[in-house]
């Protein structure tokens, strides 16, 4: 199981990018997905996460900012970013947890933590 992100990119301040990320394998189900960042220099911080059943929370700083999204069926998370500030400048990665899958004829119930590779996202001022 293997997450691809993608999506960053340079933008300018009061911009918009749109990140996604894909959960590839022979994928049941996933529990929660998110996105985090980090900022050089800083520690990695939860962005926006969202259960399976589509509750969703988000860091205060960008609540009204950013949406995240699912698509169940295509096991696919995305990270809409609105009113970009240089602030949020930083590498974003995705993550899935609680991912069940198909191994050979076996289910798998997987209690590793899933990350994606990160996507940078660099806003200017």
């Known amino acids: 199981v293997q997450l691809q992100a993608s999506g960053g990119g340079l933008v300018q301040a009061g911009g918009s990018l749109r990140l996604s990320c894909a959960a590839s394998g022979r994928i049941i189900s996933v529990e929660n997905m998110a996105w985090y960042r980090q900022a050089p220099g800083k520690q990695r911080e939860l962005v926006a996460l969202i259960s399976p059943t589509g509750s969703t929370n988000y860091l205060d700083s960008v609540k009204g900012r950013f949406t995240i999204s699912r698509d169940n069926a295509k096991k696919m998370v995305a990270l809409r970013m609105n009113s970009l500030k240089p602030e949020d400048t930083a590498v974003y990665y995705c993550?899935?947890?609680?991912?069940?899958?198909?191994?050979?004829?076996?289910?798998?119930?997987?209690?590793?933590?899933?990350w994606g590779q990160g996507t940078q996202v660099t806003v200017s001022s």
């Open positions: 993550y899935a947890d609680g991912v069940t899958y198909y191994s050979g004829d076996n289910i798998v119930a997987d209690k590793i933590d899933k």
